[in-house]
C-alpha cells in the first residue's frame, strides 16, 4: 500500500513503523531525486508529529542502512521547517551542473542559511566545495551575499572538524550543529508560545562571535521564564477559598494538561482527517499552516456557577487570525470531549469577555458555566449572555493505554 493512503487510513500503525520500512513504502522504495518515493516521503515528514521525526533521525545515526544519509538529509530540512524556516530541499546526489546543497532555510528576519546535512564527520568534508555553493548560490541570486553556511553532523564530538573550520578563511562564514542539539533547539521552540524565543533560536544558527555569550543566556533565560508564565497563565483564575475562608491554588502537573491537550489536538484532527502539527506548546497546524488551532485546558475548578476557565492571550489570537479556518479548543480535565469554537465566533465576541491587562502580560477571559443539562456554555460576563457549546463539542480519542 502507498505510503501516504496507509498514513491516511492507519495512522496508530504506520507510527509504530520504523524509518526503513516507513522508507520502504513510499513510491517504488527507491529515493531518488524527483521520485514517487521523495514527494511521499517528504510530505509525511511534512505531518509526522516531532518526537517521531526526532527518533527517525537517531534510527538514521544509530543504525546505518541503505539511503540512510539521504533520509538523515531530509529530517534535518523538515526540522528546519519546524522551526518555522522557508525550506528549499537540495539534491540527494551531485549531477553536473547542479549546486549540490542540501538544503536553503530562508526566513524574513534573518540571512538565509545554507545546509549540510551529514551523518559522521568522518565523512571528508570540503570546506571549499560548500563555500563554492554559496558562490554560486549568491550568483544566481537564489541567495543573498550575506548567507551563511550551517554543517549538522550526526556525532556530538566535532572537534576535528571544528578545528578545521576555525582554521579556515570561512570561520566566520560557517558553523556546526549536531544532529541531537538540532533536535533540542526544536523541543524548546515547540514548548515556548512566545515568538521572541523562536527568533533567538534561529539567531543560534548564525554565525556570531562566541566570546560574548550574552545571546546564548538570552534564549535560555527567555525560555525558561516562558515556559514557567505559560503554567502561571493557563491556570491564573480567581483564586479558590476553602471552608475556612482560606485561599488555595492547586496546580496541575504540566505533563497532565499536556497530554490532555494533545489528546484534544489528535482527536480534532482526526475529526477533520488531517494532520496537526505542534508550533508551539498551545498552538498547532496543518502543514500547509491553513488549519490553525489554539488549544487552552482547564481542571476543573470547585465552582458550582464557573467550573471551568481559560485564558486567551492576544499572540494565540493572532495566530489563529492568520489562518484559512482557525479553532480555539477549550479542553476540561475531567471531561471526554472537548469545543472548537471557530475563530468568527471568538472574533465577534472578545469584545464581551472580561480581560486581564498588565502591559505585556494581557489576556480575554473565557469562563465556562454550568447549564441545567449539565451542558457547558462560554459565559458573555460584559453583557450577560452565555453561549452554549454543544453545537462545538466533539469526542476526545479513548487512551492509548
Known amino acids: 500500500m502507498p505510503l501516504l493512503s496507509f498514513w491516511k487510513s492507519n495512522r496508530d500503525e ?92 530562508r526566513s524574513n528576519d534573518q540571512p538565509d542559511i545554507i545546509i549540510e546535512a551529514k551523518t559522521t564527520d568522518y565523512v571528508n568534508i570540503s570546506l571549499d566545495k560548500l563555500s563554492d555553493y554559496r558562490e554560486r548560490l549568491v550568483g544566481e541570486e537564489r541567495v543573498p551575499k550575506n548567507a551563511s553556511i550551517l554543517i549538522v553532523v550526526g556525532r556530538e564530538d566535532t572537534g576535528g572538524l571544528e578545528a ?25 521552540k515547540e514548548k515556548s508560545d512566545e515568538p521572541s524565543t523562536l527568533y533567538q533560536i534561529r539567531q543560534l544558527l548564525q554565525p556570531f562571535e562566541y566570546t560574548k555569550i550574552d545571546q546564548i543566556i538570552d534564549v535560555i533565560f527567555t525560555t525558561a521564564i516562558d515556559v514557567e508564565s505559560q503554567q502561571v497563565s493557563e491556570e491564573e483564575a480567581p483564586v479558590e477559598t476553602n471552608e475556612h475562608g482560606v485561599s488555595s491554588q492547586v496546580r496541575t502537573a504540566p505533563e497532565l494538561l499536556n497530554s490532555k491537550r494533545q489528546a484534544a489536538v489528535d482527536g480534532f484532527a482526526a475529526l477533520k482527517n488531517t494532520e496537526l502539527v505542534k508550533r508551539s506548546r498551545t498552538l498547532f497546524w496543518s502543514p500547509d499552516k491553513e488549519l490553525r488551532v489554539c488549544c487552552a485546558v482547564s481542571k476543573r475548578y470547585e465552582r458550582a456557577h464557573q467550573p471551568y476557565w481559560f485564558a486567551l492571550h492576544p499572540k494565540q489570537y493572532e495566530f489563529m487570525a492568520e489562518g484559512k479556518e482557525s479553532y480555539f479548543i477549550l479542553s476540561c480535565m475531567d471531561r471526554g470531549e472537548a469545543y472548537a469554537v471557530p475563530y468568527s465566533w471568538v472574533a465577534d465576541n472578545r469584545q464581551n469577555l472580561n480581560t486581564t491587562d498588565r502591559g505585556e502580560r494581557s489576556y480575554w477571559h473565557v469562563a465556562l458555566t454550568a447549564l441545567d443539562d449539565h451542558g457547558l456554555a462560554i459565559n458573555l460576563s460584559r453583557i450577560g449572555k452565555k453561549t452554549p457549546l454543544a453545537p462545538f463539542r466533539f469526542s476526545l480519542p479513548p487512551d492509548k493505554d
Not at 509525511?44 to 538514521?60: D, I, K, N, Q, T
Not at 573550520?165 to 533540542?184: C, N, P, Q, T
Request: neutral net charge; proline residues 1%.
Open 14 to 105: 504506520v507510527l509504530k513503523l520504523s524509518i526503513e520500512q516507513i522508507l520502504s513504502s513510499a513510491g517504488d522504495g527507491n529515493l531518488r531525486d524527483h521520485s514517487e518515493c521523495s514527494t511521499e516521503l517528504l510530505q509525511f515528514m511534512r505531518g509526522v508529529p516531532s518526537e517521531h521525526l526526532f527518533a527517525y533521525a537517531r534510527h538514521c545515526l544509530e543504525s546505518s542502512f541503505s539511503k540512510s544519509g539521504l533520509v538523515l538529509q531530509d529530517i534535518v530540512n523538515e526540522l528546519g521547517r519546524r522551526l518555522e524556516f522557508d525550506v528549499e530541499n537540495g539534491l540527494y546526489r551531485g549531477k553536473r551542473g547542479a549546486i549540490g546543497f542540501d538544503g536553503i532555510w
Open 164 to 188: 578545521q573550520v576555525r582554521g579556515s578563511r570561512y570561520a566566520w562564514d560557517m558553523r556546526l550543529i549536531s544532529v541531537e542539539r538540532l533536535i533540542k533547539l526544536v523541543q524548546i
